[in-house]
């Protein structure tokens, strides 16, 4: 044996060398079969592939969701962080220059004549008029938003629905707040595979056997994967491996910095204003707000025309009429269109980040898991299937090497 050693020794030492080659690939392929692709590429149902996040899509985002929105985010507690009249005075000057132009554009569709005749102070004391009692106004349908906001919007949808639409932002969700751990599970396979390594050389030189280098392969893919997705999340509190060495999941070890994290990638990539208030205007209850903005806005100009209203409804009543109607789909028109310019106001004040920081330092262990198991958990022995199939083929190649 020893003299084989001698004569063969480059063959002996690449062992454990190809031994954490394969620890590598195994981790490298399957960390980046968890993400790619994001479609499925092959012929369905059995021959292809599509990654294990992207394809899991609907369930994990169901998962994700349900603790986001059970532990993590009240919608009528978000609602309530908005300060309408600290809002409606911040934004005084531009909504003062809006709604000049929305009362002179509205009048000379609807009363021309009217409008062009009636003296400049009278034109100006209506704006005026008008502007001193919108703040009122949007009061009044955020207190409506508030006492009926199930019926009107679903954040958890939204969220669902971002998701399971987006892919390539729920791979973005699980890649950003598993970054070390995903790049520990390929470091982790040069350090294993070379242990395992060790001893495959030392059985190669007691048996030669033709099948030891592919079976070794497959178990240093098994094992390296599975050690390293268990030294992940296991154990969560800090302890000593034989009473030697201080250990604690990964996961856990980081959770100050993954809170931080995945808040981060709430409030800027998956419940930003733009997606909430488009699932208000456009979504499936977008009816619902038409209603309520159907009935402030026919009060609103009631009440705006009640000093004259005998005269209003002598010359103008249908036109009144006509301005009730579509009114409301001019003030959504507006709010397409200006909303933009207000996003960043509205993400200080919802501070979405910091809320979701604070709630999710408050979870359980098992709850603060949670934000990333689901990626792992259920298909998890794929990755570790994946790893003993590709170490058998690379050590069955290393046969071919050693005997060649």
Known sequence: MIDDFLQHWMLYCSIPLVAALIGWTTKLVAVEMLFRPLEFIGIRPW?????????????????????MFTRLIDPKELLSRIDVGQLTTTLREPMNEAIAHLVHELMMRYEPRIWVT????????????????????????????????????????????????????????????????LRFIVRSGLLFGTVLGFVQMLTWAFTHSPMLMPLFGGLTGLSTDWLALQMIFRPINRR??????????????????????????????????ARMLEAVLDGERADRLTAILSRRMSEFIDTQSAPVQPLVT???????????????????????????????????????????????????????EGLLRPAFKQDEWKLVAIGGILGFLVGELQVHLLLS
Request: hydrophobic share 50%; proline share 4%; glycine share 4%.
């Open 118 to 181: 009636v003296p400049e102070f009278a034109r100006a004391t209506m704006i005026a008029r008008v502007q001193r009692d919108v703040p009122a106004l949007i009061d009044d349908i955020a207190n409506d938003l508030r006492d009926n906001l199930e019926h009107v919007m679903d954040l958890r949808a939204v969220a669902v629905d971002t998701l399971v639409n987006d892919k390539a932002l729920l791979v973005k969700l699980v890649r950003d707040i598993a970054t070390n751990e």
């Open 240 to 273: 000593r491996i034989l009473g030697i060495v201080p250990w604690q999941g990964l996961f856990h070890k980081r959770r100050e910095e993954v809170c931080n994290d995945y808040a981060t990638l709430i409030a800027t990539e998956i419940l930003t204003p």
């Open 314 to 368: 002598l010359v103008a009543g249908d036109a009144i009429a006509t301005l009730k109607r579509e009114m409301v789909p001019e003030m959504l028109a507006y709010i397409r269109t200006a909303a933009a310019g207000f996003e960043e106001q509205a993400m200080q004040t919802l501070d979405l980040r910091n809320l979701v920081v604070e709630k999710t330092r408050n979870l359980t262990d098992e709850e603060y």
């Open 47 to 67: 021959f292809g592939w599509q990654g294990v996040v992207p394809r899991a899509a609907p369930r994990m985002a169901t998962v994700a969701v349900d603790l």
